[in-house]
T-cell receptor, first 110, second 115 residues
Framework: QKEVEQDPGPLSVPEGAIVSLNCTYS??????FMWYRQYSRKGPELLMY????GNKEDGRFTAQVDKSSKYISLFIRDSQPSDSATYLC??????????FGQGTRLTINP | NAGVMQNPRHLVRRRGQEARLRCSPM?????VYWYRQLPEEGLKFMVY????????ESGMPKERFSAEFPKEGPSILRIQQVVRGDSAAYFC?????????????FGPGTRLTVT
């Protein structure tokens, strides 16, 4: 069993929809949680960074962490075609050695 | 503020040659990490360095791979006697020196092709 599970998709939604991306994990020591966006043949771009449980909002993006269920989510509101990319969750016990999910490929259709 | 810089962006090596990948962290960052992304796979941690110190190399293959982050200059990931299985995208990330700031910012990557 992988430490971090993420549905690889692909996920296709119409423009303006709310997108929900999720990861589950097995290591209860994870405390730092991040979401990255990666466009094709580019480096991962940090979108959200949270420590421990709770919600964090930044513009159209909301990250949620539920440590009791070992489940994290990223919500994208008012999705745009420019949001089409692969989204990676990442986590670590001490935010040093990040463990990544496989990535979810998202397409927003105009 | 310039981001994490990596060079070269693309590198082609024949089997048996050496590959050297360079990474300059963001200004104000003294922590450097190397990750490898194989085709159709997620990013895998290789090594974590601070200036002149290797902190965690648990993800690094035991043979042919080495990394350094000297007092002056960029961090270097070195792969000796490359094989076809080393073909991948290699990403460097850096995080701030400031205590409590642990987020990692990635560079554009070096795509290594071994022929």
């Amino acid at each position: 069993q992988k430490e971090v599970e993420q549905d690889p998709g692909p996920l296709s939604v119409p423009e303006g929809a709310i997108v929900s991306l999720n990861c589950t994990y097995s290591n209860s020591a994870f405390q730092y949680f991040m979401w990255y966006r990666q466009y094709s043949r580019k480096g991962p771009e940090l979108l959200m960074y949270t420590y421990s449980s709770g919600n964090k909002e930044d513009g159209r993006f909301t990250a949620q962490v539920d440590k009791s269920s070992k489940y994290i989510s990223l919500f994208i509101r008012d999705s745009q075609p420019s949001d089409s990319a692969t989204y990676l969750c990442a986590m670590a016990p001490r935010a040093q050695k990040l463990v990544f999910g496989q990535g979810t490929r998202l397409t927003i259709n105009p | 503020n310039a981001g994490v810089m990596q060079n070269p962006r693309h590198l082609v090596r024949r089997r048996g040659q050496e590959a050297r990948l360079r990474c300059s962290p963001m200004k104000g960052h003294s922590h450097v990490y190397w990750y490898r992304q194989l085709p159709e796979e997620g990013l895998k941690f290789m090594v974590y360095l601070q200036k002149e110190n290797i902190i965690d190399e648990s993800g690094m293959p035991k043979e042919r791979f080495s990394a350094e982050f000297p007092k002056e200059g960029p961090s270097i990931l070195r792969i000796q006697q490359v094989v076809r299985g080393d073909s991948a995208a290699y990403f460097c990330a850096s995080s701030p020196t400031e205590q409590g700031r642990n987020e990692q910012y990635f560079g554009p990557g070096t795509r290594l092709t071994v022929t």
